[in-house]
């Protein structure tokens, strides 16, 4: 079992930064593929970016080059920095962590404004 919770959202303007932070617990943080999602209204929701637990990383086209998905597996903690952000990032961001199952976040909202 693995319990996460984000944080960092909130409301930036168009071509700010944020950065989001998950912090896991209740099981060992290192082995656990990580992953930002997010999910705008009435959309489905979609990967944002990923990270193995040897630190291989994929992003959507649409972030790639503006985004940053890292990990400190001494904090037990996974974040995605963003920057140029854009009105269509707008959408609750969801930490994932996958190893023999799925386990989220409850979401942060973030909101760009243009």
């Known amino acids: 079992q693995v319990q996460l919770v984000e944080s960092g959202g909130g409301l930036v303007q168009a071509g700010g930064s944020l950065r989001l932070s998950c912090a896991a617990s209740?099981?060992?943080?290192?082995?656990?593929?990580m992953g930002w999602y997010r999910q705008a209204p009435g959309n489905q929701r979609e990967l944002v970016a990923r990270?193995?637990?040897?630190?291989?990383?994929n992003y959507a086209d649409s972030v790639e080059g503006r985004f940053t998905i890292s990990r400190d597996n001494a904090k037990n903690t996974v974040y995605l920095q963003m920057n140029s952000l854009k009105p269509e990032d707008t959408a609750v961001y969801y930490c994932?962590?996958?190893?023999?199952?799925?386990?989220w976040g409850q979401g942060t909202q973030v909101t760009v404004s243009s």
């Open positions: 209740g099981s060992i943080f290192r082995i656990y593929a």
């Open positions: 994932n962590a996958h190893r023999m199952g799925d386990y």
């Open positions: 990270i193995t637990p040897g630190g291989s990383t």
